[in-house]
């Protein structure tokens, strides 16, 4: 049997939306792959990079893989056309 005095409440963090988070991490790094690299690298495994790194800063959490590689086409894509 479980005394009820010897059971403490446990406090719960409250966690950030991991889609928030991914948003902002977009947003932040849009130059994470210096520009000589961009170049000789083409934009699939620029691209593939990206969103591995996007998905490492979300804490390796399952499940958004598209949105990872949608944020990171359009962050790689955006860094392409300033570099010409």
Not at 20 to 39: G, Y
Not at 45 to 68: E, F, I, S
Request: hydrophobic share 30%; aromatic share 6%; proline share 4%.
């Amino acid at each position: 049997m479980v005394n009820k005095k010897s059971v403490k409440k446990q406090t719960v963090e409250k966690k950030t939306s991991p889609k928030k988070d991914r948003a902002s991490a977009a947003r932040k790094n849009d130059a994470d792959i210096p520009q000589e690299e961009l170049s000789e690298m083409g934009l699939f495994p620029a691209v593939q990079k990206k969103a591995y790194d996007l998905y490492l800063q979300r804490g390796c959490v399952h499940g958004d893989d598209r949105l990872d590689w949608y944020h990171a086409e359009k962050s790689v894509r955006k860094q392409m056309t300033r570099g010409k």
